[in-house]
């Protein structure tokens, strides 16, 4: 064990395993505090944004201020609906993953309500380039959960002929890119992509989502200069879940005070949202969209959250943090935060609540049943194995036909 | 016929791929009012507008990123990259992004891009000037590589390649652009307006990407040749006076192998060259390539004509660059060989 002090500043987490951990040394801005500016303000006017918090639900689960989006009860509860059914998948998912019946999974337990209300908040017909923690946009959008099963079990039925890990999707039809492990890189694509939209004269708005590890990454510098350059209709979203696998996000903020601070140096208009609250990230990219769709240019937004739950079913997170931390994450969870909004608004109940839960989780169960009908990982069946050869190039060259023939299919 | 020289035949291509489709778009450091530090994108901007050929930041990830983005909503990007030395900081992007995005969207995006980059040396540009990198850009699959030798076919394989719906890379032998070189860097220079080659049409044409071409015809020894050593391997054969028969790649991924196999077969000899370093290089996939498609026409060992296995030196370029002397030993080794 080393006994010296360190000889440079190595951060680490304020707690490891074992330890009782107290967040109240960070300060969190109460609800309805922040300003809603309009959509064409200068981006460089954004810093008391991008310094405070974006929150609208209360302590006592009530909307409040500027930033309040005034979405109608029908609305919420399908946000509900959404979320709910996003946990109920990934702990199903889970469960099969640990039965052996897929090779890996990544659930988003914790960080529902960036995916679900960012996706509600923008259009359908606006393009997405998530990172492979927002499988809640799939729900938002309508995609049929049997497909999402089949990708990730990658049978005869994964749209992707069984060429990805599972979760990492692609939806071109639900305008959802193709999710790459690779960290970061759909941040810059995606202003090409929005600089394309414009090209063809469209309105469409483009999101990109990284998380807070990531913005150390060269693209992320690379995407916030093109987009700060072309005033690109593009918005691009961290969301700070305080960890990347086991590497807690002060090993990526350095001295910057928040991470939405970091867009204000290229001059975007840059928020910090309270991402466990369904109402401030629902405004926060409903105002985004509405600043792209216009014209005035790209925004930046941090969203602050917790991953209650591991990187991937491949890390055990009792080895690097206590417990009990998300427990004690002071804003709480987003499911039962806006659960309680509604309770509140005299619009739900615990019971319409066991209900939904009830019907979803029978939802995933009959949808798994129908997903492996056609096909699991370890009995098939699968996409045909000369469809390896497929896709590398339009048509196969004499490289791809021989190889092909060398293994004999 | 008109006469062209590299740089103006790769900016007539340029010229007609966007005139013929609005979707084509070009950029790059220094590649849009300017021309490009060559001249290669000159007067586009003039003619097309700022938001078809344009200047981008100093970041090539970015450049090739913006280039993913657009190519998968329907554009068909054109970007260069100043120098092949410099498109490192793009290899994520290329690698793991543009060359799978067909396979790993099971064709849902497609990636009709084209990156080009001058290339190789003998410029006197010293390391960061110099380089031959298509060894990293051969070994990816689901890229094309291509790199003309004159021209005639750098218009017609750019035209291809801006047509074609795989992602390219398309390396442009800078030491050429204004001439062929033989090289013997004493001697005087050469114009295109004088090669047979500099002879471009001003109209569309392309010429395929997955085709070689015999440029010298010969019976006793296959020279193999790509870029810049095309014109020292012809120049060497002449001078040695050993019937070679000289074959210019054109295209690397995917590369000819029919043209290649039929004058190794004839002549049951062969040399691989490139100006990259030796190890690893483009030269060791054809040997290994021809010997298993070849070897009972064989009479000789493969021999390679290669830079070395350093970096580009600068005052010492031409003791590093694979010149006629080099080529004319290999020729006579590989003739004196069983």
Known sequence: MATHEPRYRVPVPKYRPGDEPDFSHLKIPAAGQAKRPGVDVDGRDTIDLALGMVRVLDHNHQAVGEWNPEIKPDVLREGLRHMVLTRVYDERMLKLQRQGKMSF?????????????????????????????QQGILFARGRDIVDMMCHCISNSGDNLKGRQLPVHYTWAEGNFFSISGNLGTQFPQAVGWAMAARYKGEDQVTASWIGDGTTAEGDFHGALTLASTYHAAVILNVVNNQFAISTHQNM???DAPTFAMKGLGYGIASLRVDGNDFLAVYAAMQWAAERARKGHGPTYIEYFSYRADAHSTSDDPSGYRPKTEAKAWPLGDPIERLK??????????????????????????????????????????????????????EEQDWRLIRQRQDLGV | ???????????????????????????????????????????????????????????????????????????????????????????????????????????????????????????????????????????IPGLRVVIPSNPYDAKGLLLAAIENNDPVVFFEPKRMYNGPFDGKPDGALQS???????????????????QAEVVREGNDVTLLAYGTLVHVALSAAEKSGIDAEVIDLKTLTPYDIETITKSVKKTGRCIVSQEAPRTSGFAAELAAQIQEDCFYSLEAPIYRVTGWDTPYPHAHEWSYFPGQDRFINALKSVMEAA
């Open chain 2, 192 to 210: 295109w307006a004088n090669h047979p080659k500099g002879e471009v049409p001003e109209g569309h044409y392309t010429v395929p990407l997955d």
């Open chain 1, 105 to 133: 999974y990544m659930k988003s337990t914790g960080e529902e309500a960036v995916a679900v209300a960012g996706a509600m908040a923008l259009k359908d017909s606006d393009m997405v380039f998530p990172s492979y923690r």
């Open chain 2, 1 to 139: 016929m008109p006469k062209m020289n590299m740089i103006q035949a790769l900016n007539s291509a340029l010229d007609i791929a966007m005139e013929k489709d609005p979707n084509v778009v070009s950029f790059g450091e220094d590649a849009g009012y300017f021309g490009g530090v060559f001249r290669v994108t000159a007067e586009l901007q003039k003619k097309y507008g700022l938001d078809r050929s344009f200047d981008t930041p100093i970041n090539e990830a970015a450049i090739a990123a913006m280039a993913i983005g657009m190519a998968a909503n329907g554009l068909r990007p054109v970007a260069e990259v100043q120098f092949s030395d410099y498109i490192f900081p793009a290899i994520d992007q290329i690698v793991s992004e543009m060359t799978r995005l067909r396979y790993r969207s099971a064709g849902q995006y497609t990636q009709p891009i084209v990156i080009r980059s001058p290339w190789g040396g003998g410029i006197r540009g010293g390391q960061t000037h110099s380089m031959s990198p298509e060894a990293f850009f051969t070994h």
């Open chain 1, 340 to 393: 309680n909004h509604l309770i509140g608004l005299g619009e739900w109940d615990d019971e319409r609540h066991e209900t939904l839960e009830k019907e979803l989780n029978d939802l995933v169960v009959k949808s798994y049943k129908e997903a492996e009908s056609h096909g699991t990982l370890h009995d098939g069946p699968l996409s045909p194995i000369p469809s390896i050869f497929e896709d590398v190039f």
């Open chain 1, 252 to 254: 990526a903020i350095g």
